[in-house]
């Protein structure tokens, strides 16, 4: 089921998912079908990251200096990076999702939380459970719910 986000900001989140299992389950249809195109539309786009995740994050702050463009160039560089090796290692696997854990700190922000180093209990087509780490952090905003990225945090 895809979904769109609207907050009081008035930015929205496109291919969001009300949970992040749904989100889940999504990439690994996606991953199935070797669809990339569909998997990078439910990690963040450049202007989602730029209107609601940025201005809430440290490096954003002026006395950082830390330029938008670097900070997005930096994440979907590494992203796209991990998105190959994801694609390359399980696209065309048939995979089940039975768990899904988050075992980092989930952040707080002031209109979003991050959920960090999301790890995945599947069963693979012969029915073999499998621990696998096939993306990173999940942003949760306004109900709904986003890969951050494919970098493995």
């Not at 539309?41 to 440290?58: H, K, N, T």
């Not at 995945?120 to 951050?148: M, T």
Request: net charge negative.
């Amino acid at each position: 089921m895809l979904a769109t986000s609207a907050c009081s900001s008035g930015s929205t989140l496109a291919n969001a998912e009300s949970s992040p299992e749904q989100l889940t389950v999504a990439v690994l249809e996606a991953l199935e079908q070797r669809d990339e195109a569909r998997l990078r539309g439910l990690a963040l786009s450049e202007q989602e990251f730029r209107d609601i995740v940025w201005p809430e994050l440290p490096a954003a702050q002026p006395e950082r200096n830390v330029p938008f463009s670097y900070a997005w160039g930096d994440l979907r560089f590494k992203s796209d990076a991990a998105l190959a090796g994801t694609l390359r290692e399980f696209g065309g696997q048939a995979l089940t999702l039975t768990d899904l854990r988050f075992r980092g700190v989930s952040t707080q922000y002031q209109s979003y939380v991050v959920h960090r180093t999301t790890t995945l209990r599947v069963l693979d087509a012969q029915g073999v459970d499998h621990e696998v780490q096939l993306f990173g952090s999940i942003l949760e905003y306004g109900g709904q719910f986003k890969l951050f990225s494919y970098v493995v945090d």
